[in-house]
């Protein structure tokens, strides 16, 4: 496919990639993921944004582990963390997947 503009290769391309990929699962005891269709971008969307997941098991945390394993998503989710990650040169998360990943973070046991 050949785009009508060019789309600069950055964190702002990435993120608008990321709020108009469809995210696969719901996170509530399951997968979420995300799945880009370079076929159809958004509008300043980079096209071949690489995602990152952290992957953890839903249920059957040791319960030693699980505060710091859910208070470890929750910062790299949060406002300030998203702003570290940001400072870091990745690009933030756009708010509906924040939510998304927050909400699978409060089910985890």
């Not at 990929?21 to 399951?30: H, I, N």
């Not at 880009?36 to 319960?63: R, S």
């Not at 208070?71 to 924040?98: C, I, K």
């Amino acid at each position: 496919m050949i785009r009508p503009e060019p789309v600069t290769a950055d964190a702002a391309g990435s993120t608008k990639a990321l709020a108009s990929a469809e995210a696969d699962g719901d996170g509530d005891g399951g997968a979420l993921a995300v799945v880009l269709d370079p076929a159809t971008p958004a509008k300043g969307a980079y096209p071949i944004t690489l995602v990152g997941y952290a992957v953890v098991c839903d249920k059957g945390n040791d319960a030693a582990t699980l505060k710091t394993l859910r208070a470890f998503l929750s910062y790299a989710t949060s406002t300030r963390g998203q702003q570290a990650l940001a400072a870091q040169g990745y690009a933030p998360l756009p708010d509906t997947l924040v939510e998304r990943v927050q909400s699978a973070v409060r089910t985890l046991g």
